[in-house]
């Protein structure tokens, strides 16, 4: 059995916004310790190091822009990009906790003290970009990790993989001329927009061809959707050979989740996992740390989470 994490913090009940937006406290409640610990034995809580969150997300942010959402939250603005990225007063403190959590367990696996991890976290944060908030996201967690791994613990390589059903738009736009971060997404076509996460976008620069896309059509069925994953998520580890794997881990591709288009049940998400801990098993020692994006349906999310963490344990 792998030493396997899981951060969660009360924290994240905050950040209320409407009652009715998806992004919403209750996807916090479903996945508290004393449910998932019980559900899950075996798992190791890991304390959230608050004071990771702030240096974290300056790794990454533009310093006008974490300035920018820290002033909005004070002066009771309702939204950073005048859409759906939607704040209240305590979403700066909220989004910063959201990173130390995902910096926790990488500290933690970095060091040797986990094999895996999970962090439960929200806001979700890879549509965020350097200076701009988007899509739910106010910061964007697998970037920020990506970069404390390499500057606190020397990782040379991080393969970033985002199964979520939208792609790493944000993800993608921080890395785009990186070599030394590789950023998968399998994802819904067009569900961003046209031509956002297409095939074509695969890097510039010096980061040609760390990019890859996959844009699956609404309605592709679960086998096509792992088969085209697994191919995907080999060629990449092969051009990677990753020092670390992130997952931007969201559970929206789920036929019942009312956000995507995607037919993926309970248990596929077993077997990406699966598929991602092989691969990190063969490149750096099984080092993988998930931290939770989308996944809108309260019992769906609770369920799959589930599923992670089985087979993170595994």
């Known amino acids: 059995m792998a030493r396997s994490g899981y951060a969660w913090d009360t924290t994240f009940l905050g950040h209320r916004t409407l009652t009715v937006h998806p992004e919403h406290p209750v996807r916090a409640e479903v996945l508290a310790p004393e449910r998932m610990l019980v559900d899950v034995p075996g798992l190791v809580r890991v304390a959230v190091d608050a004071a990771l969150g702030l240096p974290g997300v300056h790794r990454v942010h533009d310093p006008v822009y974490i300035d920018e959402v820290a002033d909005a939250c004070r002066r009771g603005r309702r ?23 995902a910096l926790s367990v990488v500290s933690a696996v970095m060091g040797g003290k986990l094999d895996n991890g999970f962090a439960a976290v929200r806001p979700p944060g890879h549509h965020a970009l350097v200076n701009r908030g988007r899509g739910f996201c106010i910061f964007n967690n697998a970037a920020i990790c990506a970069r404390f791994a390499q500057t606190a613990f020397g990782a040379g ?48 620069a010096a980061g040609e061809g760390t990019t890859y896309n996959v844009p699956l059509p609404a ?31 969201g559970f929206d591709a789920h036929v019942g989740d009312p956000i995507g288009g995607l037919r993926l049940d309970d248990d596929h998400f077993r077997i990406l996992t699966q598929m991602v801990r092989r691969v990190a098993l063969r490149y750096c020692g099984g080092r993988v740390v998930s931290m939770l994006e989308g996944g809108y349906q309260p019992d769906i999310l609770r369920r799959c989470v589930r599923m992670h963490l089985e087979a993170l344990l595994d």
């Open 219 to 249: 309605g592709t069925d679960a086998v096509s959707h792992l088969t085209r994953f697994g191919e995907a998520l080999e060629v990449a580890a092969a051009r990677c050979r990753p020092d670390l794997v992130l997952v931007s881990c």
């Open 157 to 204: 390589r991080v393969l970033i993989v985002d199964w979520d059903v939208h792609p790493a738009d944000g993800t993608m736009s921080i890395f785009y001329d990186d070599p030394s971060v590789h950023v998968l997404s399998v994802h819904q076509d067009g569900i961003l927009g046209k031509g956002v996460g297409a095939e074509d976008q695969r890097g510039c």
């Open 79 to 101: 939204s950073l990009d005048g859409g759906d990225t939607l704040i209240a007063s305590d979403s700066f403190d909220v989004a910063l906790r959201s990173a130390a959590a």
